[in-house]
């Protein structure tokens, strides 16, 4: 069953909770439903009431059984759209957002938005691979959106005073984060070994601090006053400065 293209195709499409069900059911057991109680295929579906009653144990059970959606009162329609806006709103989405577009109350919005972001975290065990982008950002107020006042005073200060984001984003993969308290070799590359795999490719600017990687990584720098995106060989455009 083709997911929907657009939110409005979303809403409609999960309205019936016949086809939600449907729809949620495919993707969880793509060979067929199943019995969570004992594994017995082929389970007899009570269409009246939209749940299973396994043929071997006699057990009933729902397909929320044992999912983020387990006992819980709102209907699959609405947490299926929710898990489509979440899925498909690249700048994310907020509970209040979820709140309007789905007609519940904002309490209701965070709960649903809570489960969903619960199952959707990275295992922090598995580390990333393959080529990774690194790249380090100062996050504060800028000085020109400041009163006359204060305005001076940051411009002379420079990064003073701003929080320093480290990211690392695997090509086509996962994405982590760190805050550093300086952009020293041991604050990023500590961060580096500890996130990604010894072996991959790491891409990086011209910063001091990333020296040394190439004795643990395949490690390629870019002159950000040459270029800021190369095409690879896999014709994939990478873009580090102003990622993150």
Not at 10 to 37: H, M, S, T, V
Not at 97 to 125: C, S, Y
Request: charged share 25%.
């Amino acid at each position: 069953m083709e997911a929907p293209k657009t939110l409005v195709d979303a809403i409609k499409f999960f309205a019936d909770p016949d086809r939600a069900l449907q729809f949620f059911a495919a993707y969880r057991w793509p060979n067929g439903a199943e019995c969570p109680f004992c594994a017995a295929k082929e389970p007899m579906f009570l269409a009246t009431r939209r749940i299973w009653k396994c043929r071997k144990c006699r057990k009933q059970f729902s397909a929320k059984m044992g999912t983020i959606f387990n006992e819980s009162p709102i209907g699959l329609d609405k947490w299926m759209t929710a898990a489509w806006l979440i899925a498909n709103c690249k700048n994310g989405v907020s509970s209040y957002e979820i709140a309007r577009d789905l007609g519940v109350t904002q309490k209701t919005a965070w709960f649903m938005l809570q489960r969903l972001r619960t199952v959707l975290q990275d295992n922090p065990g598995t580390k990333l691979s393959g080529e990774v982008e690194v790249d380090e950002s100062f996050i504060g107020g800028k000085a020109r959106n400041m009163h006359t006042s204060k305005r001076k005073a940051r411009m002379a200060e420079g990064h003073k005073g701003k929080t320093i984001a480290f990211g690392m984003i695997e090509r086509g993969g996962k994405v982590r984060t760190a805050v550093v308290d300086r952009r020293r070799k041991r604050d990023l590359q500590s961060q580096i070994r500890h996130n990604v795999q010894v072996g991959s490719a790491i891409f990086s600017d011209e910063l001091l601090s990333y020296e040394g990687l190439s004795e643990d990584y395949t490690h390629a720098v870019i002159n950000h006053a040459v270029e800021y995106v190369r095409e690879t060989s896999t014709r994939t455009r990478w873009k580090i400065s102003g990622v993150w």
